[in-house]
C-alpha cells in the first residue's frame, strides 16, 4: 500500500500489534529538509511511539533535546560518517530510539 498521509495519521490508520513502523524525520536543529518540523512534533512522535500497538523504530540525530523528548524509549547511540561529494565527511553520533527492547549486538551497528 502506498500512501500519501501526514506521518501521524499513517501511524494511526496501521496500527496493530503485528506492525514494525520506521520513522526517520528531519534532523533536530539542522537546515535543508524544506519542511516544519518543530520540536512539538518530536514530542508528538515519542508519545505516539509509547502507546501504539505496534513496534517502532526511530533515527535522530543524537542531540541533548532528543535525548529528553524521547526519554524513556530504548536508545542506543550509533556513530556515523557523514560524507557528501566525495569529500572525507565528518564524525557525527545518531540515535537509534525503539519503543521495544532489541535484540541486537549495538556494537556492530
Given at each position: 500500500?502506498?500512501?500519501h498521509l501526514?506521518?501521524?495519521?499513517?501511524?494511526?490508520?496501521?496500527?496493530?500489534?503485528?506492525?514494525?513502523?520506521?520513522?526517520?524525520?528531519?534532523?533536530?536543529?539542522?537546515?535543508?529538509y524544506?519542511v516544519?518540523f518543530?520540536?512539538?512534533?518530536?514530542?508528538?512522535?515519542?508519545?505516539?511511539?509509547?502507546?501504539?500497538?505496534?513496534?517502532?523504530?526511530?533515527?535522530?540525530n543524537?542531540?541533548?533535546?532528543?535525548?529528553?523528548v524521547?526519554?524513556?524509549?530504548?536508545?542506543?547511540?550509533?556513530?556515523?560518517?557523514?560524507?557528501?561529494?566525495?569529500?572525507?565527511?565528518?564524525?557525527?553520533?545518531?540515535l537509534?530510539i525503539?519503543?521495544?527492547?532489541?535484540?541486537?549486538?549495538?556494537?556492530?551497528?
Amino acid at each position: 500500500t502506498i500512501e500519501h498521509l501526514d506521518w501521524k495519521a499513517c501511524i494511526t490508520r496501521y496500527d496493530r500489534p503485528d506492525t514494525l513502523f520506521y520513522l526517520d524525520p528531519p534532523y533536530w536543529q539542522t537546515q535543508g529538509y524544506g519542511v516544519p518540523f518543530g520540536l512539538e512534533e518530536y514530542y508528538a512522535m515519542a508519545e505516539l511511539a509509547r502507546r501504539c500497538q505496534g513496534q517502532m523504530i526511530i533515527s535522530v540525530n543524537d542531540h541533548p533535546d532528543m535525548r529528553r523528548v524521547f526519554e524513556g524509549l530504548e536508545m542506543i547511540a550509533v556513530n556515523t560518517t557523514y560524507s557528501v561529494g566525495g569529500n572525507n565527511g565528518h564524525k557525527a553520533s545518531e540515535l537509534v530510539i525503539c519503543n521495544f527492547r532489541p535484540e541486537v549486538d549495538a556494537s556492530r551497528l
